[in-house]
């Protein structure tokens, strides 16, 4: 990649950037409040078991997809990876965060570059064309930045993981070093997501993680909620 593109990549992959991802858990909350979730081996194991199931057997499908899409100019192909994303996601908190927050990264990329792609994906979304899912914005900027699609997904899994990471520090009593060491050790789990997502299109998607689902739909009726899902 272009010195530009690995920039770009440290941005998009960087917390700072401010779409919202700090404000989801995907389940974590429900899995801590339920004490099924207590030390950081038992974090690594269901971080991990998101990473291989639900996003190497779907988002990064559909990130892939949309890269695909938009290296070839191609609105349409990214609008089905999009569509067929939400289809897949069975959680409703998961849709609605990952729309939420792609939603806010597709505003922040639209402002900060004149793009016809872009725009063409923006107005879709708008117009309820397209759910605009975090995965597929995220592909479709990461292709149009120059940044390979194998780089895009382990991006995506690092990004996933350490904001998973962070929320983990908010709901137990997790050290940094521990957070540190548990980023190392999901490294395998972030290369076996990406592996299982390289040979599958947008109409093979089969995510499952049915405990995560199950805690997400509780999360939905907690009275007391930190984060969105």
Do not use: K
């Not at 909350?29 to 339920?34: G, L, S, Y």
């Not at 100019?73 to 927050?101: C, G, N, Y």
């Not at 997904?153 to 137990?172: G, K, P, S």
Request: aromatic share 4%; hydrophobic share 45%; charged share 30%.
């Amino acid at each position: 990649m272009s010195d530009e593109a690995t920039l770009e990549s440290l941005r998009l992959a960087d917390s700072f950037l401010p779409v919202g991802n700090d404000s989801v858990s995907y389940a974590l909350e429900q899995f801590v409040a339920d004490d099924a979730v207590e030390t950081a081996d038992d974090l690594r194991d269901l971080v991990g078991t998101v990473l291989r199931r639900q996003h190497g057997h779907a988002d990064l499908v559909a990130l892939r997809g949309a890269h695909a899409a938009a290296d070839e100019d191609d609105i349409d192909a990214v609008e089905r990876a999009d569509r067929r994303l939400t289809a897949a996601t069975l959680p409703a908190e998961f849709r609605e965060s990952s729309e939420r927050t792609g939603d806010r990264l597709l505003t922040l990329q639209r402002d900060l570059r004149d793009d016809a792609l872009l725009d063409e994906y923006g107005a879709a979304v708008e117009a309820g064309d397209a759910p605009g899912n975090y995965a597929v914005v995220l592909g479709t900027v990461a292709a149009l930045a120059g940044v390979a699609e194998r780089e895009a997904c382990l991006l995506a899994c690092h990004e996933f993981a350490t904001a998973q990471l962070a929320a983990a520090q908010r709901l137990m009593r997790l050290g940094s070093t521990d957070v540190q060491r548990t980023l190392d050790d999901l490294r395998p789990a972030m290369v076996d997501a990406v592996e299982a997502s390289a040979d599958r299109g947008v109409d093979d998607m089969t995510p499952f993680a049915p405990l995560v689902d199950v805690r997400s739909a509780g999360h939905e009726r907690a009275e007391r909620r930190l984060f969105l899902s």
